[in-house]
C-alpha cells in the first residue's frame, strides 16, 4: 500500500527534522518545506494528504497559508495542523477561523502527533473514498441512460430519413417507445431511492389485486423479451388474497427485476413469474435461465453498483437497492436465490392485508429504511 504523504512547514530546521523523524518512522512519505511560499508550491506540485504548518514563518506566515489554501478549490478539504509556540487561545481561534483542522502547540510530544495525524488522514481517506463512490455511481448512471437514449436518436433518424411502410414506422415507433419508458424507468428509480433514502417518499396503499399488478408488470416487458427470443411464463396462485401495497411501486419493483431476468437470461428460453400466498404475504418471484451470480457476490448483491462477477462487468446498478427498499417500506423483505449454471430467482414478499397501525388512513410516510 502506498505510504500517505504528509509536509511538514517550518521555518526551523530542528523542528522540521524532529517532526519528520517521527512520521517516518511511522510509515508516512515526508516532505518539508522552510517557508509559506515554498510550501504553497510544493502542496501543487507534490498533492500531500496532510500539511503541518507552523505558524510563524518569513515571506507567508502559517495563517496566510491556510487561507489561500481554503481558498483554493482544489485544497479546501486539505487537512492542515496548525504548529505554533503560541499556544494563548486567541491565537488558536484564529487559526481555526482561517481553516485549519486542529492546532499543536510546540513542544509536542510523539504520540499527540500521531495520533492527531492518524485522526485526519483516516477522515481523508474516508472522504477519498466517498468521492470515489459518488463519482463511480454517477459514470453507472450515464452509461445506464446511454443505451435507451442512443436507441431514440437512432430509430429516430431512421424514421426521419428513410422510407418505410406503415408496419415498419409502427414497428420502429414501437421501440422508441419502449426506449423511452427504459429511460425514465431509470430516472424514477434514481428519484424514487433518493426519496427512500431521506423518508420522503409517501406511500399509497390499497387494495389490490395481485394477478392484475403482475400482469401489468409482464405486459411492460413483453416486446423486450420478444427481441431476445425470451418467453415470459406466469405461475399465479389463484386462491391468493389481494394485497395492501402502492400499486406504482410493487408495478415498478417487478419491471426492474423482469428488466434484471431479461437482460442477464440466457438468448433464448423462458423468464418465469410466480405468485404464491404464504401466510401474511404474498411471495412474487422472478426466475431467469442465465448463468448465476457467485456465492461470494450474493450477500451484497442489493448494495448499489454491487460487483456480480470477479472481473466486475455485471453490476447491479440501482434498480436492486430500490426494490430492497420499496419491499422493506410496505413491512415486506425481498431475497435472492442463485447457483452458478443454473440462473437466479429474486423473491419478494408483500403484506396481503393492511397492518392494524396502518387503517387509520390510506397512505404512509416511508422511514427507517435508509
Known sequence: MESVKILVVDDSAMVRKITMKSLEKAGYTVLEAADGEEALVMVRDERPKLVILDLVMPKLNGMEVCRILRDDPKNNLLP???????????VKLQGLEKGADAYLTKPFDEPELL???????????ERERLDQLREDRMHMEVHDLKAPLGNIVNLCDLLIHETLTPEE?????GMVSESAKIGLRLVMTRLNLAALEESRLELHREVLNPHEVILSAVNQMVWMGKNRNLEVITQLDVNAGEMFADRDLIIRVLVNL????????????QVRVSMIQEGPF??????????GIPPEFQAGVFEKFSKMSEKGSLSTGLGLTF????????????????????????????????????????????????
Open 282 to 291: 404474498l411471495r412474487m418471484g422472478v426466475k431467469d435461465n442465465g448463468a
Open 80 to 90: 492542515i495542523v496548525m504548529l505554533t509556540a503560541l499556544g494563548s487561545q486567541p
Open 323 to 370: 426494490c430492497k427498499m420499496v419491499a422493506e417500506a410496505h413491512g415486506g423483505k425481498i431475497n435472492l436465490t442463485s447457483q452458478v449454471g443454473q440462473g437466479s430467482e429474486f423473491s419478494i414478499w408483500i403484506p396481503v392485508h393492511a397492518p392494524a397501525e396502518m387503517m387509520e388512513g390510506d397512505s404512509l410516510l416511508a422511514n427507517g429504511m435508509a
Open 169 to 173: 414506422q409502427k414497428e420502429f415507433l
Open 115 to 125: 495520533a492527531l495525524v492518524r485522526n485526519l488522514t483516516g477522515k481523508t481517506k
Open 258 to 269: 423482469l428488466d434484471n431476468a431479461v437482460k442477464h437470461s440466457q438468448s433464448v428460453g
